[in-house]
């Protein structure tokens, strides 16, 4: 049963432009919720995350959203730049373990 | 600062072979650690947790094992291989605590069974 849901398997943004990324859950128990960046043949690299009592966090050009009563987060990404290329993976929390979604390759064109 | 280490880097083995896959971490103490397999095309799945030394927690039925012999080691195993077997396998820690969510991961191991 798949609790995180990215439905958009790709996107594809113009460099300088934003990149919205979207993921949903459904289980009401997840508490902290992460993106991960990943490159083919390495290991995911920790992005950003949120706690479920925000519903705003921002590093840099990265900004996530929760909106608890949908159950649906998003990243954005601005502007995006041609390194931004790759697999993004949206994450839940519940106790101590992560439920991944299948994420969305992003591919930035210059 | 801490650093995960996994090896083989990639790995062919043919069907009904054994496995053994390992991670280490150094750089920190007593940290949970975990076993994921990324299937082709897919998200990352949970195959094993551990809390501690001994301590192994399974998520999926399969042909795989996991052991900790060792508080920052982690082992993952199998008897005989399957086809079905074959993905990228990642090995992650994160911190013990309350509050602490991050998971860090290691370079992982693409496998090939044929």
């Known amino acids: 049963d798949q609790q995180v849901k990215q439905n958009s398997p790709s996107l594809s943004v113009q460099e300088g432009r934003i990149s919205i990324l979207n993921c949903d859950y459904t289980?009401?128990?997840?508490?902290?919720f992460l993106w991960y960046k990943k490159y083919p043949a390495e290991g995911p690299t920790f992005l950003i995350s949120?706690?479920?009592?925000?519903d705003k966090n921002e590093d840099g050009r990265f900004t996530v959203f929760l909106n608890k009563s949908a159950k649906h987060l998003s990243l954005h990404i601005v502007p995006s730049q041609p390194g931004d290329s790759a697999v993004y993976f949206c994450?839940?929390?519940?106790?101590?373990?992560?439920?991944f979604g299948a994420g969305t390759t992003v591919t930035v064109r210059a | 600062s801490q650093t995960i280490h996994q090896w083989p880097a990639t790995l062919v083995q043919p069907v009904g072979s054994p496995l053994s896959l390992e991670c280490t971490v150094e750089?920190?103490?007593?940290?949970?650690l975990y076993w994921y397999r990324q299937a082709a095309g897919r998200g990352l799945q949970l195959l094993f947790y551990?809390?501690?030394?001994?301590?192994i927690s399974s998520e999926v039925p399969q042909n795989l094992s996991a052991s900790r012999p060792q508080d920052r080691q982690f082992i993952l195993s199998s008897k005989k291989l399957l086809l079905s077997d074959s993905g990228f396998y990642l090995c992650a820690w994160s911190v013990r605590g309350q509050g602490v969510y991050e998971q860090y991961f290691g370079p992982g191991t693409r496998l090939t069974v044929t």
């Open positions: 289980n009401s128990m997840f508490d902290y």
């Open positions: 949120i706690s479920s009592i925000k």
């Open positions: 994450a839940a929390s519940a106790d101590y373990k992560l439920s």
């Open positions: 750089g920190t103490s007593n940290p949970n």
């Open positions: 551990s809390v501690g030394i001994g301590q």
